[in-house]
């Protein structure tokens, strides 16, 4: 018995811990992208006014080229944004 309840603790607590998905910078809103660490109103709007202006992003590296980022905040944030379909992670 106490194995059972040990079994179901252990089950739920895993089932509780938060999958993310990377944002992803094609599809992501204003709010969306504004709610990543490391990205407030203005770059958020910076990424949606590239993304208008360009078309779709190919790759997270192409970030470099859109005002007020640099290869130093798009490494940090690679792990927070997608350029593709939104892949859960843990």
Excluded: C, W
């Amino acid at each position: 018995m106490n194995k059972l309840v040990m079994v179901a603790l252990v089950l739920g607590g895993l089932m509780g811990l938060p999958a993310y998905a990377a944002v992803n910078i094609n599809t992501a809103t204003q709010s969306e992208l504004e709610a990543v660490k490391g990205l407030g109103p203005a770059k958020a709007k910076a990424i949606i006014t590239y993304r208008e202006a360009h078309g779709s992003f190919k790759s997270l590296d192409e970030l470099d080229n859109v005002k007020g980022f640099g290869s130093t905040s798009v490494e940090k944030l690679k792990g927070e944004l997608s350029v593709g379909p939104e892949k859960a992670k843990k």
